[in-house]
């Protein structure tokens, strides 16, 4: 597999099941992806809804992902560290780990879901915002794969 990333939950450009969203449990999605290039270290995952009313809005920023690792499951919980050694940043509602969409009433808003190969573990402090953590990326990112999804209420 390319270093390609998917969701059983919902496949690129479908709507996000509301279960991943602030009008059902408001869990992240499982997230899988292939194999990276050979010199990567670590991932990262960001996710935004660039349709936001305000501009862009973060719904989840996790980094420190271990290289092991192809996919996330279900349901990551709102901690600063993992049990697998990945580390959560704080989001745009101002808390740890993932926040699903929750957008106005209205049309449907995309939100992608990005994941990064790195070249280097990022070792930020717990609560790093986006912006951080694209500035230690930067220089470092040896491929990129996304995921979009539609939500509206």
Request: overall charge neutral.
């Amino acid at each position: 597999m390319a270093f390609e990333l998917s969701s059983p939950a919902f496949k690129g450009g479908d709507p996000i099941p509301r279960r991943y969203t602030c009008e059902g449990e408001d869990l992240s999605p499982p997230l899988h992806w292939g194999v990276p290039p050979a010199a990567t270290k670590s991932f990262v995952i960001i996710a935004d809804d660039p349709d936001a009313p305000a501009g862009m809005w973060v719904h989840w920023v996790i980094y420190d992902i271990p290289l092991d690792l192809r996919g996330l499951a279900e349901g990551i919980p709102a901690k600063d560290h993992l049990s697998n050694g990945a580390v959560q940043g704080l989001n745009d509602f101002k808390r740890i780990g993932y926040g699903g969409p929750c957008p106005p009433p209205g049309k449907p808003h995309r939100y992608y879901i990005k994941l990064y190969a790195l070249d280097v573990i990022l070792a930020l402090k717990p609560r790093a915002t986006k912006a951080q953590v694209l500035e230690a990326c930067k220089g470092h990112v040896l491929a990129e794969a996304q995921l979009m999804g539609r939500f509206a209420r």
